[in-house]
């Protein structure tokens, strides 16, 4: 949401808008820790040296660096008047949320395509879903 508020602050230079932006940059890096550490437990459980580990390490690991980009963000607008973005604090936000889209499909693979969570039966090294291979164990 921070991403969209400061389009629109840019677009109409509604100043409430950036100070939305700003608070919702908070919203989500405490959501995000509080979500590190469920996923860190999930993670732990998943069996070594199977493509669900991998893929949960780059899910996490993706994640963690979206929340400091956005926290970086965060920190160049403290100083400003209404917490207004700059321009290297929204390229950050950008940067962020692009990597933040491709850590959700990895989540997505390892719930739906993996099975992780999900069933006791999850083939834990199923193919990646943008192959055309079944995900069933052989």
Do not use: C
């Not at 739906?112 to 006791?120: E, I, M, N």
Request: proline fraction near 4%.
């Amino acid at each position: 949401m921070s991403v969209i508020f400061d389009i629109l602050y840019y677009i109409t230079g509604a100043v409430g808008l950036a100070t939305a932006a700003f608070w919702n940059i908070i919203a989500g890096i405490v959501a995000g820790l509080l979500a590190a550490v469920f996923g860190l437990w999930d993670w732990l459980a998943i069996p070594a040296n199977t493509r669900a580990k991998r893929i949960g390490l780059l899910h996490g690991g993706g994640n963690v660096i979206v929340v400091i980009l956005f926290f970086m963000s965060w920190l160049l607008r403290l100083g400003t008047v209404d917490h207004t973005p700059n321009g290297f604090g929204f390229a950050l936000q950008i940067i962020a949320a692009g990597i933040a889209v491709f850590t959700a499909w990895l989540g997505g693979e390892l719930v739906d395509r993996l099975g992780v969570g999900v069933s006791q039966d999850a083939n834990l090294d199923a193919p990646s879903s943008l192959s055309s291979r079944p995900a069933s164990a052989p």
